[in-house]
């Protein structure tokens, strides 16, 4: 509280009024009545100062002040003007943080009306108004900034979080200078591309078959989570967006993905074999799970949450045989999408106008709003290896592509 003279003078006024009134309470049991004063005196004096005993002051009819010594606190006296103080204390700290979790908010309603979410953003954001309020601020300070990174585990995490704030800070200082703006680049570190795993065409289908195995038997348990992993394979969905999904946008024409990332909403054609499964998992689940709408239900026949999918995707890669060694590359979820990915770009025609329209069916067909962010999930395999070094061959021979 030494930076912050306001919060000092919030909890030493708390301090002295939990005193103040434990001495009046002490007083009325002793038979005094009317307009009952303490002061800072009276204050001192629970710390053995030799000016006078504990007491309080009282206005008799002339209107002159009367002291009227009371006893001494107890140590239980002391505990409840401890717990007093650190209420009100809380209180005051519990405002500056409601303070700063609005500006944050302003902040994220500002940035979130051009169709981005942030859900990583308010996660990160709000442990930080609560640490800044516990060192009584209500502002942005670089301090507290580099402070509060510092308790991430990890360099990378560190300079997520701290960049994430600054970003902030230059918010909060365009409307209020009070805000100071952390320096750029404090933390090293830079977000790494992990290198995606690309499943084969035998690996998608040990997947799909494991999951057809899981339990409990003779429930729609399996066929669920089968049912999702192919359709993750064929479409390269996200699992949000595959999970997400309505009886609604199941149409002839393909699955409606709504409200997705940037707040778009796209039709993803299907392959009739694709949709031939979806129609036998449905004719299934309206068996036995018809009170939700929801495609992908979970044995209690309610939406089927993220976390129970990816409790079963755990027990998938083992019975399939993928669960990593050690120091082994991981088989993520996402790479699914990774997977799918490539595989259209190796499908991609010759041509080089040809190939432009490709990438941009992929694109749209993924959910992207920009061909770049397509370009994130392509990974160099033997095939397309195989496939850029012909068409090197053929340029050289001199073939127009």
């Known amino acids: 509280m030494a930076h912050d003279p306001a919060l000092a003078g919030a909890v ?24 009952l004063k303490t002061g800072a005196v009276t204050v001192i004096q629970r710390f053995d100062s030799a000016l006078a005993p504990n007491g309080v002051y009282a206005i008799d009819p002339r209107g002159r002040p009367l002291f009227h010594p009371v006893p001494a606190l107890t140590d239980g006296d002391v505990a409840d003007v401890a717990a007093r103080v650190a209420a009100r204390s809380g209180a005051a700290l519990d405002r500056r943080c409601a303070m700063l979790m609005t500006l944050i908010e302003t902040w994220l309603a500002a940035r979130r009306a051009s169709g981005l979410t942030l859900t990583n953003y308010e996660r990160h954001l709000r442990p930080f108004a609560e640490f800044a309020a516990a060192r009584g601020e209500d502002r942005v300070r670089t301090e507290t900034a580099i402070a509060w990174a510092l308790q ?25 200078p009070r805000h100071e703006v952390p320096p750029d680049c404090r933390f090293p570190g830079k977000r790494q591309r992990p290198v995606p795993y690309i499943y084969s065409t035998a690996e998608a289908r040990r997947l799909v078959e494991a999951a057809g195995r899981l339990g409990p038997a003779e429930s729609l348990r399996p066929h669920t989570i089968s049912t999702v992993l192919a359709l993750l394979f064929a479409t390269g969905l996200r699992i949000s967006e595959a999970l997400a999904l309505r009886l609604t946008d199941v149409t002839p024409d393909g699955l ?7 707040g778009k909403t796209r039709l993803v054609p ?10 036998q998992y449905l004719a299934r689940r309206r068996a036995v799970a018809d009170g939700d709408d929801y495609v992908f239900v979970s044995l209690c026949g309610t939406r089927l949450s993220y976390g129970g999918f990816r409790k079963a995707w755990l027990a998938v890669l083992r019975q399939a045989g993928l669960w990593p060694r050690e120091g082994a590359r991981w088989p993520r979820l ?50 397309l290896m195989g496939q850029i070094a012909d068409a090197c061959q053929r340029c050289f021979e001199g073939v127009r592509p």
């Open 270 to 279: 299907l392959h009739p074999s694709a949709h031939g499964g979806i129609e």
């Open 152 to 176: 991430a585990a990890t360099a990378d995490q560190r300079n997520r979080h701290y960049q994430r704030l600054v970003h902030l800070a230059r918010y909060l200082h365009a409307e209020d």
């Open 12 to 35: 030493l006024r708390a301090f002295m009024g939990a005193v103040s009134g434990t001495l009046r309470r002490r007083a009325r049991k002793l038979g005094l009545r009317g307009v």
């Open 334 to 383: 996402h790479d699914i999408r990774h997977t799918f990915a490539v595989r259209a770009l190796e499908s991609a025609p010759d041509r080089r106008e040809a190939i432009a329209r490709h990438m941009l069916a992929v694109s749209t067909y993924l959910g992207h709003s920009c061909v770049a962010d397509t370009y994130w999930y392509f990974q160099a395999t033997p095939t």
């Open 256 to 262: 409606i993905i709504r409200d997705t990332k940037f």
